[in-house]
């Protein structure tokens, strides 16, 4: 036996050991929507900022991951006495990933574009109090409102209000160009996407060096992907019958949690016979929701009464207005004409709530009379058919943007609910600074809506994270989608 060889051969079996371990600055993360494009000021899909929302893109705020909003771009600001002047002071040394240098102009031209008459932005009533934006010198800008809005500094931590630079903004869809931690790569649509930690990025460094996002939209290969180990972490995981035995997996962990989704039955409500009441509450009635929430999500996800999160502390517990009661929905049925029943699209894009959700729905609807034609759309046919084209009866979907009730006041969004009195107590609550009386509009609003059954609220969408157990630094909860790479790291 050559003991110097079998020494050798352990020495550098050792240094392999360590150069493995060493090299755990990457990691893979799968999801089950793909991103139509990347560029979040220009598309309203969830996918586009959970992969660019911190990491390639930043605002002047930014949401964390308890739903705060710290700073950002903007290391500080003032706001005047009577709340209409914002003096933001903007960070230094900071540069785009193109090498071009970040300053108070890209912030003048961000929020103008995002403000702009021909904005293409999906949430421009962000910015509906801004009336001038101002460059004081490279440093600062102020932002000048019309009138009060308490809720601009939550506002521009959104997604939607990201800085972007004027010489990249028309390329930022297929190659964004943002000021984070990490700069695009390579998108292999349908398959991949990866980024890479930028070096000049101005805040501190993050651990990884490089993460890949995988799209897998089928729930059995999201559970073979998991199981074989060929992902790292999979955010909102489409198979939620099978965590119980992932959990039983010493290799893998777990993470429950709530998100800010309000899953929905939307109905259209300029269409008939949507555009009736008696309908939209019969449509309500013949739901019963914790069924979808045991058959379609295996009791993952919280019942709701109105678009409003139950854990937010304004949140007003609507359900029994709406509750399962289909005698009461076919008596509504012939009070509104349709004795007999009525045939209706369902239109469901790719996720699991969304197209096990609409099986059941169906199921339902049909027994009160109501036949609802299922067409399953891929995620960009859904957002150009019912969201942009408002051609469908109903379709189901999450609304995972933070506290957005909002939506409801733009008659113009997909829904196209219509209602001057919802409208006002919006208006009144951007221009209200006291938070007991927010929460008094906020709960009107909730209410007015809940009468109005203008949707089938369905329930508030669990996070569902599933990770090999040395990941450290993921979300629990979702306040925003996002996957905050820069808090990511291996277990050492």
Avoid: C
Avoid at 152 to 181: R, S
Avoid at 258 to 279: C, Q, R, W, Y
Avoid at 327 to 334: D, V
Avoid at 448 to 459: K, Q
Wanted: aromatic letters at 10%.
């Amino acid at each position: 036996m050559n003991i110097r060889r079998l020494l050798s051969a352990s020495a550098i079996a050792l240094v392999a050991g360590l150069g493995t371990a060493q090299a755990q600055t990457a990691m893979t993360i799968a999801m089950q929507l793909e991103p139509p494009n990347l560029d979040p000021t220009g598309g309203a899909a969830e996918a586009i900022d959970s992969v660019v929302y911190a990491n390639i893109f930043q605002g002047l705020t930014r949401f964390t991951s308890d739903g705060s909003v710290i700073p950002s771009l903007a290391e500080s600001w003032e706001i005047s006495g009577d709340g209409l002047t914002y003096t933001f002071k903007l960070q230094g040394g900071v540069t785009f990933h193109d090498g071009s240098a970040f300053d108070a102009e890209d912030v003048k031209f961000s929020l103008d574009r995002a403000r702009a008459e021909t904005s293409t932005n999906a949430q421009k009533a962000l910015f509906a109090q801004i009336a001038d934006v101002a460059v004081v010198d490279p440093q600062t800008v102020t932002v000048t409102l019309s009138e009060p809005n308490g809720s601009l500094l939550f506002n521009l931590a959104w997604g939607d209000a990201v800085i972007v630079a004027p010489e990249t903004a028309e390329t930022n869809a297929t190659n964004p160009v943002g000021t984070g931690p990490y700069k695009f790569v390579e998108w292999v649509q349908g398959d991949r996407l990866t980024l890479a930690r930028s070096d000049a990025y101005w805040g501190p460094a993050p651990a990884l060096e490089t993460a890949t996002f995988r799209f897998i939209s089928d729930p059995s290969a999201a559970l073979a992907a998991v199981m074989a180990e060929d992902v790292d972490v999979f955010t909102g995981f489409p198979a939620p019958e099978n965590l119980a035995q992932i959990a039983a997996d010493s290799r893998f962990q777990v993470i429950t949690g709530s998100t800010e989704g309000e899953t929905i039955l939307a109905m259209n409500n300029k269409a008939a016979p949507f555009d009736n009441i008696k309908v939209r509450q019969a449509v309500t009635h013949a739901i019963d929701r914790q069924a979808i929430i045991d058959g379609a999500m295996f009791g993952y996800g919280t019942p709701i009464g109105t678009h409003f999160a139950p854990h937010n502390p304004a949140y007003v517990d609507l359900t029994a207005g709406s509750g399962y009661d289909p005698e009461l929905s076919k008596k509504l049925l012939a009070e509104a004409g349709f004795a007999d029943g009525f045939t209706t699209t369902l239109k469901l894009p790719p996720p699991s709530y969304a197209r096990r959700g609409g099986e059941i729905i169906a199921a339902q609807l049909a027994e009160v009379g109501i036949t609802a034609e299922i067409s399953n759309l891929e995620w960009a046919q859904w957002l150009e058919q019912a969201f942009k084209g408002k051609d469908f009866g109903l379709t189901i979907v999450s609304h995972t943007e933070p506290m957005d009730i909002g939506i409801y006041a733009n008659p113009d969004y997909y829904f196209q609910y219509d209602n001057q009195a919802f409208r006002d107590v919006m208006a009144k609550l951007t221009g209200t600074t006291d938070p007991a009386a927010r929460t008094a509009l906020l709960q009107e609003a909730q209410t007015i809506i809940a009468n109005d059954y203008v949707n089938g609220y369905l329930f508030q969408l669990a996070a569902l994270t599933v990770a090999k157990a040395g990941v450290q630094g993921l979300w629990a909860n979702a306040p925003v989608a996002a996957i905050d790479l820069a808090g990511l790291s291996w277990a050492n």
